[in-house]
């Protein structure tokens, strides 16, 4: 069982910053990888970033490319996800996952992640 905890969602204006952080288990790093999706109300879980491997692999969406950073702080047991240049259609709830056997193939893929922290809202607006 592995647990995850998101924290550091909250309002800011288009063109701000936000830092959300996912907590995970001890030694979930190691081997698991960890992705992001958001969600919006009546729409499916999208793809929004993952982490995985040593050294690390990264993936982003092309939604949030460019503007988007994901990391991890292996001592920390921590995965940051650094949002620059938010724009409204950034709004939404933001889980973090972690998924055992999650490939090049599906690490965009919401079922193929394990384990999922309750989310945090991330809400972009004047």
């Known amino acids: 069982q592995v647990q995850l905890e998101e924290s550091g969602g909250g309002l800011v204006q288009p063109g701000g910053s936000l830092r959300l952080s996912c907590v995970v288990s001890?030694?979930?790093?190691?081997?698991?990888?960890i992705g992001w999706f958001r969600q919006v109300p009546g729409k499916e879980r999208e793809d929004v970033s993952c982490?995985?491997?040593?050294?690390?692999?990264?993936h982003y969406a092309d939604s949030v490319k460019g503007r988007f950073v994901i990391s991890n702080e292996n001592a920390k047991n921590t995965v940051t996800l650094q949002m620059n240049n938010l724009k409204p259609e950034d709004t939404a709830v933001y889980y973090c996952?972690?998924?055992?056997?999650?490939?090049?193939?599906?690490?965009?893929?919401?079922?193929?992640?394990?384990?999922w922290g309750r989310g945090t809202q991330v809400t972009v607006s004047l």
């Open positions: 996952a972690a998924g055992r056997d999650v490939t090049i193939a599906t690490e965009s893929w919401a079922p193929a992640y394990d384990y």
């Open positions: 001890r030694f979930a790093l190691d081997y698991y990888a």
């Open positions: 982490i995985s491997g040593s050294p690390a692999r990264t």
